[in-house]
């Protein structure tokens, strides 16, 4: 079975700093990955996702991710964060089985953009 | 537009009263489930549906019944409600199960159960 962790629960950054935000997957067979968006009082948007080709995606509002097979990873980034930004992120990653698509989902980064 | 709509998006209930939570997507999309969301647990999967009459259990299906009579219909039903299934509700469809799994998600449902 597959399982996603998301490192950091919390994230705190200045408006213009760096966001990186980590995502590690697990999976036995090839994955599709994905990170979500989610304001406050709605629904998850999703940001990027990567299927095949090449492994840098990018998403909507900057932010771009790696996939790394070697590190298992998936980490989200954005090279300067702004206020808007401030939501939190799920990473999620889904695995082609016998019952269809199964969509697995870390437990979340709240991400907070200080002045 | 293209959407996954949920009602009600607030709901204030007592223990044992019967509930239904409705989902409907514009999208043709064959694929539908149920997520759940806790503080610190992220999206937990409820039930799903691959196509109309066929649905199973996510991995914390206690305590919910679903139902797909319609393609673009997906009702989640609390026969008996209890506190711990306050929590934060999201429907979500796909365009297959076959592809990427993709989710479209509503915009929730808050539930809490005195």
């Known amino acids: 079975a597959q399982s996603v962790t998301q490192l950091g629960s919390h994230v705190s950054v200045s408006e213009g700093a760096l966001v990186l935000l980590r995502c590690n997957y697990s999976?036995?067979?090839?994955?599709?990955l994905f990170w979500y968006v989610q304001y406050p009082n709605q629904g998850l948007q999703l940001l990027l996702k990567?299927?095949?080709?090449?492994?840098l995606v990018k998403g909507i509002n900057g932010f771009e991710a790696e996939f790394k097979k070697s590190e298992t990873s998936f980490h989200l980034t954005k090279p300067s964060a702004h206020m808007s930004d401030a939501a939190e992120y799920f990473c999620?990653?889904?695995?082609?089985?016998?019952?269809?698509?199964?969509?697995?989902f870390g437990t979340g980064t709240q991400l907070k953009v200080e002045l | 537009e293209a959407q996954v709509t949920q009602n009600p998006r607030y709901l204030i209930t007592v223990t044992g009263k019967k509930l239904t939570v409705t989902c409907s997507q514009n999208?043709?999309?064959?694929?539908m489930s149920w997520y759940r969301q806790d503080p610190g647990l992220g999206l937990r999967q409820i039930y799903y549906?691959?196509?109309?009459?066929?649905?199973d259990k996510g991995d914390v299906p206690e305590g919910y019944k679903v139902s797909r009579k319609e393609k673009r219909n997906f009702p989640l039903i609390l026969e008996s409600p209890s506190p711990n299934q306050t929590s934060l509700y999201f429907c979500?469809?796909?365009?297959?199960?076959?592809?990427?799994?993709?989710?479209?998600f509503g915009e929730g449902s808050r539930l809490t159960v005195l």
């Open positions: 549906s691959m196509n109309v009459e066929v649905t």
């Open positions: 999620a990653v889904s695995v082609l089985t016998g019952g269809g698509n199964k969509l697995t």
């Open positions: 990567y299927t095949t080709g090449a492994t």
């Open positions: 999976s036995s067979v090839p994955p599709y």
């Open positions: 979500a469809s796909s365009p297959g199960t076959r592809k990427t799994g993709e989710l479209f």
């Open positions: 999208m043709n999309h064959e694929y």
